[in-house]
Structures are given as C-alpha cells and as structure tokens.
C-alpha cells in the first residue's frame, strides 16, 4: 500500500477548497441561467434541467475525489484495498457521468438554435449517443475490474484495478477532448454565415470560443491522466482537479446566452452602472478637454469655424435603444425603425 498512498501533489484541504469555490462559482452562473430564463418565458428548457443534472454529477465527483485525494495522504494502514478499488469506480463513473452531462446543454441548444441544418442535426445526435456508449463502456469496464465483491482483494487485485482505471481514464479523457474540439467548432460556420454587423459577428464566435478553455483544461488533464503510468498518486490529484474545472467552463460556457440578457436586461439598468457609467463618462469628457489644444472645441474644430458652438453645461442627455422603436424623443419617425429614448445622467451638450 505504500505505492498507492504516497502523498499527492495537492494537499487534502486546499483540493477541497479548489473544488468547493469551483462549485459554486458554478452554481451560481447556473442559478443566473434560470432566474433569466425563468422571467423572460415564465419556464424551464430541457437544457436548463441538463445543467442542474450536470452540475449534481461534478459536485459529486468533486466528493468522490476529494476522498480519493484524502486517502492518498493517508497511512498506509489506514486505507484498505476494498476502500480504494471501491473508490476508484466511484470516481470513475461520477466523473464520467459529469463529462457526459456537462456537454448535453450545449448540444441541447445547439439543436434548438442551429437544428433547421440538417447537419448540425446528426451531428449533435451522433455525438450524443458516441459520447454516451463510450463513457459508460469504460465505467462499466473499471466498475467489474474494481469490484471486490467478484474478485479475491489481494495486490494483483489491486494493480489490476490501477491498471483499468488508467486505460479508462485516459481513452475517456481523449474522447472527451475530441467531442469538446467538434462542440466547439460546430456553431463557427453559421455564426459566419449570418446577416449581421462584422462586430456582432465577431462577440458571437467569441462567446462560444471561451470554450477554449475548456479545450485547454482536457488537455491538461489528459497529460495528467496519462503521466500515471510513471508515477501512481503523484499526478492523479491534478488530473481529477483539471477534470472538474473542464466540466465547470463547458456548463457555464452554455449559460452565456442567459448571462447576456441578464447583462442586456438587468445589470446595465441597474442604478450601480448608471453611477459607474455617468462617473467615467464625466472622467473621459474632463481629460478630452485638458488634452484639447487652445481655441478648439471637443470635436477638434476652431471656435472660429462656421458651424454651431457646443456649449456645456452640467448634465448631459444618453441615448439608448429601447424596444418601441420608429420615433425620436420629439415624437418624429427615425426612419430607420431604430427607437431611442432620452436618460439624463451627467453632462449635456447643446449645439447653439
């Protein structure tokens, strides 16, 4: 037992505490999710669901491995073979079942969103049921190789189990990796594809490319789970750590649409940013003035030149769309069917 129970790279409660603010950072992007959706279509999509499921696998393999982690810094005579087999296939079936789930929003809404492609379709039904037959296969295989109940718990018994959970960790991880690669290439093309503004083009590919680092973290787990073959304990704490913040950025990553309503809707109404907006705006607009050369106005122009003074005074008047549309705050037709309406926040200018 002293190869197995060495003391791992990551101390017992600093991995708790990394899994605990992980969680819950987690959850809260979740429970922002379906507040959101929950006020705008007063219910609940499957997607929504997926998440809460997603996020109960992660919390429990977050428990599974951080007593695997615990064990490892335990005496040797402290830990028995029929203990850690049997939290071996723990671990491996609640990780697997958070990779699995964590995935499922994304696919979900890319069905709902993207599913009059008929590609896109088989494409997030194939990985879906791959995914699935492939993860609980490799669960399955490390539950019967770790299962005292059907073996003799000896040593040969014990390394046999090492042996499995290191070829299932590993195939897991590498067909996890490849499926994240294909979620997150998917919606590129029709993101291109779209009647829009280059810039909205452009924050729509990035909102779904912060999947990126979901991307980085599968790789660094891979490398963690397939160093194991070197050493036992030493690099498998980093592995299960790089494994659930993999499965925490693809759940909040697919909350990004709700996160931006609750940005577009909530936050940028609040009473705090429109303090923080009016204070920096009154900011930029003093040091456009110190840095303008002598005799000219804001917009670079000489006193001098035709055409009207802007003149200011202490309140300003913000501009911004609402969903009415079709007429200015004179009550005249925009012409483009673009609404505004008028706020005072801090600094106007008038033309004269």
């Known amino acids: 037992m002293d190869l197995i129970t060495i003391p791992t790279a990551i101390p017992p409660w600093n991995y708790i505490s990394s899994q605990i603010t992980m969680c819950t950072v987690t959850l809260g992007i979740i429970g922002i999710r379906l507040w959101v959706n929950y006020s705008h279509s007063r219910k609940f999509l499957a997607d929504d669901y997926l998440c809460v499921i997603a996020l109960a696998f992660v919390a429990s393999y977050s428990a599974t491995s951080s007593m695997m982690n615990w064990a490892f810094n335990s005496p040797p005579t402290d830990v028995s073979i029929k203990y850690i087999t049997r939290l071996a296939a723990a671990c491996i079936f609640t990780a697997t079942s958070a990779m699995y789930f964590s995935k499922l929003p994304l696919l979900i809404f890319f069905l709902r969103t993207f599913g009059v492609k008929r590609w896109v379709r088989y494409t997030c039904y194939s990985l879906m049921t791959f995914t699935a037959v492939g993860f609980f296969a490799s669960a399955m295989y490390t539950g019967i190789w770790c299962s005292p109940e059907i073996h003799t718990a000896d040593v040969p018994y014990l390394f046999n189990c090492v042996s499995a959970t ?118 930029m607009g003093t040091r456009s003035r110190k840095s303008q050369p002598r005799g000219t106005t804001l917009d670079g122009r000489s006193k001098s030149s035709t055409g009207p003074i802007l003149v200011t005074t202490d309140h300003y008047i913000e501009l911004r769309d609402h969903k009415g549309g079709g007429e200015k705050e004179d009550g005249r037709e925009s012409g483009d069917g673009m609404g505004y309406e008028a706020k005072a926040t801090g600094k106007r200018y008038i033309g004269v």
């Open 166 to 283: 290191f070829y299932t960790t590993v195939s897991r991880n590498a067909l996890s990796l490849a499926v994240d690669v294909v979620i997150f290439v998917l919606p590129l093309p029709i993101v291109l594809r779209l009647k829009m503004a280059l810039h909205n083009k452009i924050g729509i590919a990035l909102v779904f490319l912060t999947g990126s680092f979901a991307l980085i973290a599968g790789v660094v787990s891979l490398y963690f789970q397939s160093s194991q073959i070197r050493s036992t304990s030493s690099n498998i704490t980093n592995a299960m750590l790089t494994t659930v913040l993999e499965c925490c950025i693809i759940i909040m990553v697919s909350c990004a649409t709700a996160l931006h309503l609750f940005w577009r809707n909530h936050l940028r109404r609040s009473a705090l940013f429109s303090r923080f907006a009016s204070t920096a705006s009154t900011t």
